[in-house]
């Protein structure tokens, strides 16, 4: 009995194993599993370029060349993602008593892409270079290096430079790449070299293949000081670059660069990621303070109170953009600033123009009519304004029409905009010496501008900014009404950080990579 028993067991144990081992992986005819699809990697990354007209940065105004070339080179200093000034070639700085002279002291064991070494003649070299050309001709960076009055080559790795004017020294304005002196023999032979010219810097990619009117191949630098990339771009040229979308399907192109606040509508149907990041444009209502009760604070705040920042924003932008309190860059100087400046509120506004006894208000507000997001955007604030009991005339003007009635300062309110110089100085439109369209004065306000482009520290700029933060939204000089973003389109093979500046844009192209799906012979 006690046998049987055992081979009984036995006899069920092997039963139970052989279902199991029946249950894995089992298929049907007509039901094969289907192979996941092999995909093949690529380090090759190909990027839409319209053709420029020289790669020289001391001449070139295109804007392509200027992105083209954060690639190849290094300046002094670079921007941080809160557009503070850090060093690049620069390894630390120190700015005498009255702030005009500024003393840097050099990387040791930089290589320009040929292998020389890097040295402060270089900067001297690339100071005089930039200042060898006439004003008809200076390129991107000539603005700049016009606040430069010198430069004195203190040792190997050391450098002084001299500013003209204490409230021009701000270490924003050496951004400009640094250009090597060993390949000519004095500065002005540089400014000659336009055409042919092929660039050679420090940074992390030099050109390896060069082939006129049709692309551009950049490699990794082996000696960039940094983490070297472990890839290769081809900067295609094409005509326009947002063509580049209805290539990415057939792998002629993986990403490209837009700026137009309908992109979105290019890339319809399309297997494509877009990126946003922050643009340096900002859209703007602008209060002429001649007008008297546009001077009172309370008034303007009213008016704010009356717009709809975020309807404004997705109605007539596309969303292609992002509320701030201020017209300074979105978290300039680490400083919060996300948000409209004030909730719209129709209701608080009559009351604040009710405390301001300007009940009953009428205004005229000017725009370019040839803009169309700005003829939609008149439209809604109209709307709000006078829902809070403020009569509004449009005037819309063409382009011309429009900038002469700014100068004249024919206009109570004007919807308008700016782009920004990188280096964020904004006395153009707010200080009182600048002659700004809206006639704002106010000396507190002189003061902390002139202060912000001084020579001082990061940490003295950084508290000097909240200072004019905290002035800036209590006097509302203009009242921001969104910052517009940039996009860059990609195809969804490209792998790796897209992380664009627009100061910048191809950062973090380093860890790029392209990953398709691989198609029979």
Not at 99 to 122: K, N
Not at 138 to 166: C, E, M, W
Not at 473 to 487: D, R, W
């Amino acid at each position: 009995m006690m046998v049987r028993r055992f081979i009984a067991s036995i006899f069920l144990i092997l039963l139970l194993l052989s279902v199991s081992g029946c249950s894995e992986d089992r298929t049907f005819p007509g039901e094969e599993a289907e192979a996941e699809p092999e995909r093949i990697t690529s380090a090759v990354v190909s990027i839409p370029m319209e053709k420029v007209r020289t790669l020289n940065p001391l001449l070139s105004l295109d804007e392509d060349t200027y992105h083209f070339n954060k690639l190849i080179y290094d300046g002094l200093f670079a921007f941080n993602s809160n557009l503070e000034a850090v060093g690049a070639l620069a390894e630390s700085y120190e700015y005498d008593q009255d702030g005009t002279i500024l003393h840097i002291r050099l990387r040791e064991g930089v290589r320009w892409q040929d292998g020389e070494s890097f040295t402060a003649e270089d900067v001297k070299f690339s100071i005089d270079a930039y200042k060898s050309i006439p004003a008809a001709r200076r390129g991107t960076y000539g603005p700049s290096l016009d606040l430069i009055k010198s430069s004195k080559v203190l040792d190997t790795h050391a450098i002084q430079i001299q500013f003209a004017d204490g409230n021009q020294a701000a270490l924003e304005n050496l951004m400009f790449p640094i250009l090597p002196s060993h390949k000519y023999k004095r500065p002005g032979d540089l400014a000659k070299d336009e055409a042919g010219f092929i660039p050679m810097g420090t940074g992390p990619y030099l050109i390896s293949d060069l082939e006129t009117g049709k692309q551009i191949t950049l490699s990794p630098n082996p000696d960039y000081r940094g983490a070297v990339p472990e890839n290769t771009l081809q900067f295609k040229f094409i005509p326009k670059k947002e063509e580049a979308v209805n290539l990415f399907h057939i792998g002629e192109m993986d990403l490209t660069y837009l700026k137009d606040i309908n992109r979105n509508t290019l890339v319809e149907d399309k297997v494509v990621k877009m990126v946003p990041f922050l643009s340096n444009e900002v859209e703007v209502l602008g209060f002429n303070f001649s007008h008297g009760a546009l001077q009172n604070s309370v008034v303007r705040q009213a008016i704010a109170h009356a717009i709809d920042n975020q309807m404004i924003l997705e109605t007539c932008y596309y969303n292609s953009g992002v509320l701030n309190d201020t017209i300074y860059y979105p978290g300039y100087m680490g400083v919060e600033s996300d948000g409209a400046l004030y909730d719209y509120d129709t209701a608080k506004a009559v009351e604040l123009l009710k405390s301001a006894e300007y009940e009953g208000l009428s205004l005229n507000l000017v725009f370019n009519a040839e803009n169309q997001a700005r003829n939609l955007a008149a439209q809604v604030i109209k709307s709000g304004l006078e829902k809070a009991g403020i009569s509004i005339t449009l005037i819309p003007l063409l382009k011309d029409d429009y900038n002469a009635a700014l100068e004249k300062g024919e206009f109570d309110l004007f919807l308008g905009g700016f782009r920004f110089h990188e280096n964020y100085d904004l006395r153009p439109v707010l200080h009182s010496e600048s002659d700004n369209l809206i006639k704002y004065a106010n000396p507190q306000m002189d003061s902390l501008l002139d202060r912000l482009q001084q020579g001082i520290p990061t940490p003295e700029k950084r508290k000097t900014f909240e200072s004019l933060h905290q002035l800036y939204t209590s006097e509302i000089p203009y009242y921001c009404l969104l910052y517009k973003t940039y996009g860059f389109a990609a195809s969804t093979d490209l792998t790796g950080d897209i992380e664009p500046y627009f100061y910048n844009i191809y950062h973090g192209s380093e860890n790029w990579r392209v990953s398709r799906l691989k198609t029979e012979e």
